[in-house]
């Protein structure tokens, strides 16, 4: 469980919590630009496997700690962050859930994997911790889970993104993603599929599926549009609670055009209603 610090700064008292990120991507460093500020996050620790250790301790400079061996981690952290794709999950969650670390997730389409998604919960167990899913790039997921406690009917989500960032998954294989002149779909089917498929352009989908009815039940649309400026989510959820029809249009990362800007908001949104006095 998390073992708060004390912080005091400028005639305030506050609680600090040690934070260890995994990967230093265009997330990651999203992040710790934009924490390394706040005092109640002092003790930042960035993993990175060691032929990412020199550039990662460049591109981070006094922002945290970067290290690329577990034994190295000082202190222990309270919460881990995985900024680094979904074998960070099957290779870290179960150790750090297992000796009662909170991990937090942005992969989430690695729970798609049922054996995966069965070690978490054992460490969970194990541990008395937390397996945290960062809701991300989509708006609606608290309402979607609210809705989850009452019959829902029907789920239904659609991405629409530029044809560049759907670069290096199989739709390249399928399409000429460099000449597509009008909007294309790229794939139609249910999440779990979705989510093995594009683990790096469609990890939403699996977060939508488990705050709603499920991978095998959650209908997804991936789709390339040359006219769109960003990244576009579309969430449907109709049941007895009504109807939520949810649109978001999503910054790209200036780094990255696979990934909305507002993912990395909602990584540091959780943590700071972690140590927050008044958590929304």
């Known amino acids: 469980m998390a073992r708060y610090f004390i912080v005091r700064e400028k005639g305030y008292t506050m609680l600090g919590l040690s934070v260890l990120i995994i990967g230093c991507g265009s997330i990651g460093l999203e992040v ?28 981070v400079g006094k922002k945290g700690c970067v290290v690329s061996n577990l034994d190295d981690l000082d202190p222990f952290p309270d919460i881990v962050v995985e900024c680094a794709g979904h074998a960070a999950i099957a290779d870290f969650g179960p150790y750090f859930l297992s000796r009662g670390c909170n ?16 070690k978490l919960k054992e460490a969970c167990l194990i541990g008395s911790s937390q397996l945290i899913i960062v809701p991300g790039a989509v708006g609606g997921i608290d309402a979607l889970a609210a809705a989850g406690h009452d019959h829902i009917e029907e789920v239904v989500y659609t991405s629409n993104k530029p044809p560049l960032s759907w670069m290096g998954t199989p739709a390249e294989s399928k399409y000429d993603l460099l000449n597509i002149k009008e909007t294309t779909i790229l794939y139609q089917g249910r999440a779990r599929e979705a989510a093995s498929l594009f683990p790096k352009n469609a990890n939403v989908v699996a977060t939508i599926a488990m705050a709603g009815i499920g991978f095998d039940r959650t209908q997804v649309t991936l789709r390339a549009d040359p006219k769109a400026t960003g990244n576009t989510h579309h969430l449907l959820a109709r049941g007895n609670f009504g109807e939520l029809n949810m649109t978001t249009l999503g910054r790209s990362l200036s780094n990255n055009p696979k990934t909305s800007a507002i993912t990395a908001f909602s990584i540091i949104r959780t943590l700071k209603n972690l140590t927050g006095n008044f958590c929304v």
């Open 32 to 59: 710790i630009n934009r924490l390394h500020h706040d005092p109640v996050f002092k003790n930042t620790q960035i993993l990175v496997r060691q032929n990412k250790f020199e550039k990662t301790r460049a591109d």
């Open 103 to 118: 991990f937090a997730i942005v992969s989430t389409g690695a729970l798609s994997n049922f054996d995966v998604l069965t």
